[in-house]
């Protein structure tokens, strides 16, 4: 009784199973019978596996061809598969047990000549192969430069089927690992001095950027709100390695890699449109969800234009995700986990008509109110700080150019170095990040800058959740100060802008 065996990767969220093929070559009649909870895209895998091993000169099975996919009870799908189908029905059908095939992992899908296509999910598969103490992974040509990014295991590039089974026999060669890709070159950053006064958003965009926190920003059209948040992703340093594989992950299983220079080092701006659903925005559809916006800004910026326009149910999904940092998504086929540890910017007009001096309003209080109440109040309160900006006066046209991005920059790094070294035993490398026990107790600050933060509670200005929120900016602007501790006048400054009082 032929059989063949091959090994491929089923991916679960941004974790991967390691999956066995077999195929059982049996009399009966012709027909090809494949089990282990397939999708509809695997289901067809069928056809195309079969055009392609007849379209490289090999023979296909004139009896009952079984195809079992293990674990049996794993819902499985997409066209990833087809490489290691493929190679288990030419060891069966061939009847040859190649070593280098119990021992490499197979991830590609086929076109009916025999051609490798890329797919999606390459470098989580890879890395479970890794974990999984593999030693070789062969992968489409195209996604050869993506799985080179994985150290400590041989990794292959193949164009063709026919290649493959040569390899397999010891009669040809497969591209090696990619050691000379060309290095990631992000976009080009907006200057922070285009932008035209304001001086207290850029203040507020500045302690945004050294800790991490969320910002809202709201005022008529025309005056730079937009503008700044798109400046926020040239302030933040370069993405650490580990950082950068694991948002290189989440992009990889979302297709949205560029394919000569997979590796992200710079934290990603996402900014979906204000008509976006909540499979959109957090992650969805059938079997097991996909990475929605929330997870691909995973580790950069979530920039939300007229929030206020987006719907209710969208805004309030955001809640789990900016708390917990993560999100968690359940489908038909299980649970999918991906991290979502973004920095959230928020910009809106101050009512519906949006003049541009806010004299010609022709907005009721009613309909104001209702504009300005989209975000309910326990999301507000997950915002860190917030800034009202005005039309600017004709004379700032005339004022020295603003501070460069380059200049924050550097002050930004310095900031979020002495927060990532004070925070390294706990774990963290933000300010935004850090436990409210923590704040509280261990890097509690003393009690001159403490009688200032209770004042704000006792008056009930605070909730403890905004008192932990208001400590983390003080301890953001105490880096950028270049202090071991926040004062009473940084709480007090941490204060203004948690509560909206700055403009």
Same mark, same amino acid.
């Given at each position: ?6 090994? *491929? ?22 027909? @090809?019978?494949? +089990? ?33 996919? #293990?674990?049996?009870? &794993?819902?499985?799908?997409? #066209? ?10 030419? =060891? ?6 190649? *070593? ?5 992992? /197979? &991830?590609?899908?086929?076109? &009916? ?12 598969? +890879? ?10 992974? +062969? ?47 992000? !976009? ?14 850029? +203040? ?10 969320? /910002? ?20 933040? !340093? ?13 992009? #990889? ?26 499979? *959109? ?32 149910? @969208? ?19 299980? @649970? ?6 973004? %920095?959230?910017? /928020? ?7 949006? !003049?541009?001096? !806010? ?16 975000l309910s109040g326990p999301l507000v309160d997950r915002v860190d700080l917030k800034v009202e ?14 501070? #460069? ?15 990532? %070294?004070?925070? %390294? ?50 301890? =953001? ?7 071991? =501790?926040?004062?009473?006048?940084? @709480? ?12």
């Amino acid at each position: 009784m032929p059989l063949g065996r091959a090994f *491929a990767v089923a991916i679960r969220g941004l974790d991967g199973v390691t999956v066995e093929i077999e195929a059982d070559i049996t009399g009966g009649l012709p027909g @090809v019978h494949l +089990v282990g909870l397939p999708d509809t895209a695997l289901q067809e895998a069928r056809d195309r596996v079969r055009a392609a091993i007849t379209n490289c000169g090999n023979s296909w099975p004139d009896t009952r061809l079984t195809l079992a996919l #293990s674990p049996a009870t &794993l819902p499985k799908g997409g #066209s990833m598969y087809d490489l290691a189908l493929a190679s288990a029905v030419l =060891s069966a059908h061939l009847k040859t047990s190649w *070593a280098r095939l119990e021992k490499t992992v /197979l &991830l590609g899908e086929l076109a &009916l000549d025999g051609r490798v296509r890329p797919v999606h999910g390459v470098l989580p598969a +890879v890395l479970a192969a890794k974990r999984d103490g593999w030693q070789s992974v +062969v992968v489409p040509l195209d996604n050869l430069a993506e799985a080179s990014l994985v150290d400590g295991i041989d990794v292959w590039g193949v164009p063709h089927l026919r290649q493959l089974q040569d390899w397999f026999g010891g009669k040809g060669q497969l591209a090696g690992r990619i050691t000379d890709a060309a290095p990631y070159v992000p !976009p080009e950053c907006r200057d922070l001095a285009d932008l035209i006064g304001q001086t207290a958003a850029r +203040v507020a965009v500045e302690i945004a950027a050294a800790g991490a926190h969320h /910002l809202m920003l709201t005022g008529p059209p025309g005056i730079g709100k937009t503008m700044l948040a798109q400046r926020v992703p040239g302030l933040l !340093p370069p993405l650490t390695e580990e950082e950068a594989i694991e948002v290189t992950a989440i992009h #990889s299983i979302a297709g949205t890699l560029a394919p000569d220079t997979p590796l992200i080092t710079r934290p990603p701006f996402i900014a979906p449109h204000h008509s976006s659903t909540v499979a *959109a925005m957090v992650g969805g559809g059938t079997g097991i969800a996909r990475p929605g916006a929330v997870s691909r800004a995973h580790r950069g910026v979530l920039f939300l234009d007229e929030y206020a326009e987006v719907g209710t149910n @969208v805004l309030e999904s955001l809640r789990t995700p900016l708390e917990e940092g993560e999100i968690r998504l359940a489908r038909r086929d299980g @649970v999918a986990r991906y991290p979502a540890r973004f %920095q959230l910017i /928020l910009a809106a007009n101050p009512c519906p008509c949006a !003049p541009t001096d !806010p004299k010609d309003c022709l907005c009721n209080a009613g309909a104001k109110r209702r504009y300005q109440g989209k975000l309910s109040g326990p999301l507000v309160d997950r915002v860190d700080l917030k800034v009202e900006m005005h039309p600017i006066r004709a004379g700032a046209f005339t004022h020295e150019v603003g501070e #460069s991005t380059a200049a924050v920059r550097s002050r930004v790094a310095a900031a979020r170095a002495a927060a990532a %070294q004070r925070w %390294q035993p706990i774990g963290v490398r933000t300010n935004a990040e850090v436990p409210g026990p923590a704040l509280r107790q261990r890097f509690r600050p003393g009690d001159a800058t403490m009688a200032v933060l209770r004042a704000a509670v006792d008056r009930g200005k605070l909730n403890l959740r905004g008192a932990d929120r208001t400590l983390r900016i003080a301890w =953001s602007i105490a880096d950028l100060a270049g202090v071991n =501790s926040p004062t009473p006048d940084h @709480v007090a400054t941490a204060l203004s802008f948690r509560q909206g009082g700055v403009s």
